[in-house]
């Protein structure tokens, strides 16, 4: 939802229910955390009572802990975290469930796969960032295929096959491909695909929906 129309907020979420989108992903940001501001919680209430579409946060915040109860009564379906972004993503994460939300964990693109490993019966999706979170308009970081397919591998072979990959950031219509067969599951549509300018929503959602 960062990447619509934000002064015809309720015309692009009806394109995008009318496409048939299945998530809409509500980017908070807190300018510390990454440089820049983003959606808020108001405008995540305002979504859930505009829409059916369920709502998937992506919480860009130090301490996301302080947020996840305001989330949940906005009317979150999912929530994810950064593991940079507290020192216990474990108790935040089981905090989520425990407010009734999905629990995501989103990890940069420098951060490890492993650093799941302990966190991994904690988790409903991992959130992979495609490029440095902040800003969209940037370009695929090209060893994030590589850390989708390895993040894939490593779910499954700990019997994960449940949890689901989303990849954020230039999630392109060259690139979408690539990301599928690696085994992403859930795909972030941004200015690259999505919300292209010169083509409208519908249209980009029928084309990226023709590629996988
Ligand atoms: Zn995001």
Redesign the pocket.
Known sequence: M?CADILNLERDVHCLEEAGIELL?I?IMDGVFVPNFCLNIDILRALNKLTNIPLEC?L?INDPERYVEDIAEAGAEYLSIHYEATPHAQRALAFIRRKGMKAGIALNPATPVDVLNYIIDDLDLV?LMMIN?GFAGQKLIPAMIRKIAETRGYLNSRGKENVEILV??NVSIENIPLMVEAGATIL?GGTSSVFREGHSIKESVELVKSLY
């Open positions: 960062a992903h980017d992506h860009m959130t979170p954020d950031g972030v």
